[in-house]
């Protein structure tokens, strides 16, 4: 009886060790499986994206031109065109500070290329016009020009270019010491289309 146990016992044995074979054969055959599987995949390629040049040179083109395009339209909107009034007034200030002045020689760019009248005198080139100018500021080298703005009339001409009138308060002296001679004058002149002077005169109030 004891024998009998002994040989069920081995067969049993026998048995749980053919089983623990084949499974571990079985693992054995899916990891290779595993391993073939692995190895017969296409390696992975990780992609690296980088901005192209000449895109992003498009896109740097096409930001500058929008805004220089708003900088224009903004330049326009908040610089309006000054009226021949306003010009003329510039114009004016200017002349005054040149015949003043010392920047005598500056009158000419003030003329247009023919002068009708200059004062008293009619028809003078521009020389002529400069050697009175220089004339009379070296005999009264100290002068003023007050321009009563309100006075201003500009009135656009038909023919084209504008007549000018206004009132002014003109001082001169010959030497710092003396007294100035005051005269109060109204003045009418004439400018052509490019603004320059074609005549003036004046007259005492």
Known sequence: MEELLHISNETLSFKE????????????ERTEEKVLEEEDQPPTIKKSY?????????????????????????????????SPEEHLKEIVTDYYQSVNSNQIEAIPDFLSPRVDQWYG????????????????????PFSSSDINWDSFTVIPQSTGGFLVTY???????????????????KLYTRWDEDFKLKSIREIKN
């Open 50 to 82: 980088s901005a192209n040049p000449k895109i992003v040179g498009l896109a740097a083109v096409g930001l500058l031109a929008i805004i220089l395009t708003i900088y224009s339209f903004a330049s326009t909107e908040t610089t309006p065109e000054k």
């Open 17 to 28: 060790e053919q089983r623990k074979g084949k499974n571990d054969s079985n693992s054995e």
């Open 167 to 185: 009132e002014m308060t003109h001082k001169f002296k010959k030497k710092i010491i003396d007294d100035y001679q005051i005269y109060d004058l």
């Open 121 to 140: 005198a009619k028809n003078l080139s521009h020389s002529e016009i400069l050697k009175i100018a220089r004339d009379r500021h070296g005999k009264y």
